[in-house]
């Protein structure tokens, strides 16, 4: 599988912008889809996840950070992931990666680590101006 992100870009607090992911392959809709960001220095970190129909549905999972400013949506007819960001803040600026997991876990808390995604795309800068 191979991902690409866009939608990434400058933005004043307060703003919002929309991240994709487009994903190539045949098995889209089997994969859990996440989002992470990674701050030059820092780890990187989870942001959200949304699981596969097959799974009890699409059911998503946010970091705490989020409190309710970011939606991530799939549509598996068009294989690519989306990231609704509002209410962004400059701690929000860093480079956003999208990352697909073939696993089948239980827990969707365990989406969090990034150690169970199989593939990554090549990310796309977010950068929130004060």
């Known amino acids: 599988v191979q991902l690409q992100a866009s939608g990434g870009g400058l933005v004043q607090a307060g703003g919002s912008l929309r991240l994709s992911c487009a994903a190539s392959?045949?098995?889209?809709?089997?994969?859990?889809m996440g989002w992470f960001r990674q701050v030059p220095g820092k780890e990187r970190e989870f942001v959200a996840v949304?699981?596969?129909?097959?799974?009890?549905?699409?059911?998503?999972y946010y970091a705490g950070f989020v409190k309710g400013r970011f939606t991530i949506s799939r549509d598996n007819g068009k294989n690519t992931v989306t990231l609704q960001m509002n209410s962004l803040k400059p701690e929000d600026t860093a480079i956003y990666y999208c990352?697909?997991?073939?696993?089948?876990?239980?827990?969707?808390?365990?989406?969090?680590?990034?150690?169970?995604?199989?593939?990554w795309g090549q990310g796309t800068q977010v950068t929130v101006s004060s």
């Open positions: 392959g045949r098995t889209f809709s089997s994969y859990a």
């Open positions: 949304i699981t596969s129909n097959g799974r009890s549905g699409d059911n998503t």
């Open positions: 990352a697909a997991s073939r696993s089948h876990i239980s827990s969707i808390y365990s989406y969090s680590y990034a150690s169970v995604y199989d593939f």
